[in-house]
């Protein structure tokens, strides 16, 4: 089979290479891949941002959609030509994440456990969840990070209501579905984007405010374009300094959840205005895998469709990468198994 490898970090040491095709164990799967999408992490891991444990060679991407080839001793979940997707998380299957204090969980698909971008990988099937019936391959393949992420943050910690106001950063994988989650729930959402052209492709996905970030202060448009209010709901994807205004944005009694690190690991935000709003400020680890399956109902429920901006053969991963560190609108998605994808 054809996989993906990097000796040593860095885009330019991707290879790819031919490999044995492996063989399900007892409790595995043997998943022929069909598609894989790309996340922001995935660019990271490439690049070695993400610190160190990994086992070179190493193949990267942790989101796949693809179907059951063979089944080993003892798997009663799925059987021969099911269709999974990947849930992010190995073994965390509800409640708390595994880990302590000292050592939080950090064994995730992808890096440091090995990737998906493969025409076959064997995985224990706790690891899978079955994929949406209502969406194809290349659509499923979005959801384990990008959509479990927003699905947890809005509704299964986040609790959202009808009425509510959601403010979602950006328009790539997680703020889009942010979006379209928010609309379904009856909630009134605003885009932040330095693009124009993106923020009204958002309104025309559903989001009801568009602000350009960069043409002035965004969070005192925010807090105009709400009456004063504020959100009661932020996705915070930018990370580092850009806390102080989520926080200056947020309603009182409001929700940030902290998703992305595009501007830094380092939060900074000013202590007294988050004291005095009493907000709840929530790190997001994608989710557990009853969350996944959650998240799967409901697509399959209020017909959600993913957006993907656009999808690469697998040969294509470089520029895939490319294409995701300029800004998608939406998804990436990597063509694995051309016969399987609709």
């Known amino acids: 089979m054809k996989a ?32 894989v999408s790309l996340n922001y992490r995935d660019q990271l891991v490439v690049e070695g941002k993400l ?13 796949l959609a693809g179907r059951v080839a063979a089944c080993g001793a003892g798997v009663t979940r799925f059987s021969v030509g099911d269709r999974v997707i990947s849930s992010y998380v190995p073994g965390w299957i509800d409640g708390l994440p595994p880990g302590s204090a000292a050592r939080p969980y950090t064994t995730t ?42 699905w947890i943050a809005l509704v299964e910690a986040g609790r959202l ?40 492709l958002a309104k025309a996905l559903g989001a009801h405010i568009g602000v350009n970030r960069t043409a002035g202060d965004w969070a005192k448009a925010v807090i105009e374009a709400t009456d004063g209010r504020g959100a009661d709901h932020i996705l915070e994807i930018a990370g580092g300094a850009n806390l102080a205004k989520s926080v200056e944005a947020a309603a009182v009694g409001g929700q940030i959840s902290i998703i992305g690190i595009i501007e830094g690991l380092d939060l900074t935000a000013p202590a007294l205005p988050l004291m005095l709003k009493q907000l709840v400020i929530r790190g997001v680890f994608v989710g557990h895998r009853r969350a996944t399956e959650d998240f799967v109902a409901a697509v399959e429920t209020i017909g959600l469709q993913p957006v993907i901006d656009r999808r690469y053969p697998f040969e294509a991963l470089p520029e895939a990468l490319a294409h995701l560190a300029r800004g998608p609108f939406g998804k990436i998605v990597v063509d694995v198994a051309q016969a399987q994808n609709g």
């Open 109 to 150: 698909m992808g890096g440091p456990l090995p990737g998906v971008l493969a025409e076959f990988v064997a995985l224990p099937a706790d690891w899978l969840v079955r994929a949406p019936g209502s969406l194809s391959d290349a659509q499923a393949s979005t959801l384990p990070v990008a959509g479990v992420t927003a």
């Open 4 to 35: 993906w490898t990097i000796d040593s970090f860095g885009r330019d040491n991707l290879k790819l290479v031919e490999l044995a095709r492996p063989e399900p164990g007892p409790g595995d799967v043997l998943v022929q891949v069909a598609n």
């Open 51 to 63: 610190g160190g444990g990994f086992d070179f060679p190493f193949t990267p991407g942790s989101d």
């Open 161 to 200: 209501r009808a009425g509510q106001t959601v403010l979602v950063q950006g328009t790539g994988g997680v703020a889009l579905f942010g979006v379209q989650i928010a609309r379904a729930h009856g909630a009134r959402v605003i885009v932040t984007s330095s693009d124009d052209g993106k923020l009204e």
